[in-house]
């Protein structure tokens, strides 16, 4: 098989490769196979170095300078959605897995890991205790 027909098959292959693996990269990569292939058809390319330098060049510049421009078209699906952690949490029932006594913290299960707490009463582990409010990073929790 000629090299020329084995650059543009790959680079149909890639831009191909695009509908599956969204990001806008593979498809510049296979117009870049193209080009290569182009030019070693049309007698441009005849050396495996020009080859070689013409497919990463074209790769480089079609990523730096195409890829910003269509990705301002075409946008993809993002979303910034406003978390508020505190308020997630408040109310919300935790296990207490290490002792909590007034001005003593102790450890509670929340959200399948183990947090700071803190508490005005008593709470003995295996007690179940509610989340009142935060304070940075320890949780202020309270007897059911």
């Not at 290569?36 to 990523?63: E, P």
């Not at 003593?104 to 989340?131: D, H, M, N, P, T």
């Amino acid at each position: 098989m000629e090299p020329w027909l084995i650059w543009i098959m790959a680079g149909f292959i890639l831009m191909t490769a695009e509908l599956l693996l969204p990001g806008a990269i593979t498809v510049f990569v296979g117009v870049a196979a193209l080009i290569t292939g182009l030019g070693i058809k049309f007698g441009y390319l005849d050396s495996m170095t020009s080859v070689l330098m013409t497919f990463f060049g074209s790769t480089i510049v079609l990523l730096i300078f195409l890829r910003s421009l269509f990705l301002k078209f075409f946008e993809g699906d993002s979303r910034v959605h406003d978390t508020n952690e505190e308020g997630d949490a408040i109310g919300s029932i935790v296990i207490v897995v290490e002792d909590i006594f007034p001005f003593k913290e102790g450890r509670v299960s929340f959200r399948g890991s183990s947090w700071q707490a803190r508490s005005e009463v008593e709470l003995l582990k295996g007690s179940e205790a509610i989340i009142v409010r935060l304070d940075g990073n320890i949780l202020i929790v309270s007897s059911l």
